[in-house]
């Protein structure tokens, strides 16, 4: 599959089957996610990898109640180290972001989770107070299949050379 066509198709999955996760395909997302460039190759990340139904109940929770982050096959929680570097927020969102390309390429769906207590899942996962949680994905099998959700025209985000100077798409319509 191209690259561009899982951007496009890709979307927010909050409806899980219950169906786990195998092993082999949860491990090439997570490569994936290693794989991904960080600020002088300095990857402050790390992640733990939640697949205890008991685990995943807690974190309901700490996700402000949000049901479906206990239904998924797997919680990614996604973790910067602000003394590894400047950028402990930023990096581990570039290696999310190839996580869930790589999870859509699988035939599974993600949601980012932002709306959650931070000291709860710190509490929850056993987080050293020093790393800071990111962000959550839920990975999963999609029980559904939203439409696509509007975007903002082009001409309201593209600039050319300078702010307020419409860059007009030539090649692509």
């Known amino acids: 599959m191209e690259v561009f066509n899982v951007i496009s ?3 927010s999955i909050r409806k899980y089957r219950k169906e786990p996760v195998p092993d082999s395909v ?56 602000p003394n590894v570097s400047r ?7 570039i290696a999310a972001s190839f996580m869930t390309l790589e999870a859509y390429e699988e035939g599974l769906g993600v949601c980012w989770i932002g709306a959650f207590e931070e000291e709860k899942v710190k509490h929850v996962l056993k ?8 962000i959550l994905l839920t990975v999963g099998y999609p029980d559904e299949e939203p439409a696509p959700r509007p975007r903002k025209p082009r001409e ?18």
């Open 87 to 93: 950028w402990f927020k930023q990096d581990p969102f």
């Open 156 to 173: 309201q985000i593209f600039f050319l050379d300078e702010y307020g100077k419409t860059y007009s798409f030539r090649t692509l319509k």
């Open 26 to 81: 949860l491990e090439k997302i997570l490569e994936a996610g290693r794989l991904a460039p960080s600020a002088a190759n300095r990857q402050p990340w790390c992640f733990i990898i939640v697949k205890d139904e008991k685990i995943k109940e807690m974190l309901i929770d700490a996700c402000r109640g949000q049901k479906f982050v206990g239904e998924s096959g797997a919680i990614i929680a996604v973790l910067g180290d």
């Open 127 to 134: 987080i050293p107070e020093n790393l800071s949680v990111v």
């Open 9 to 11: 198709n890709r979307r």
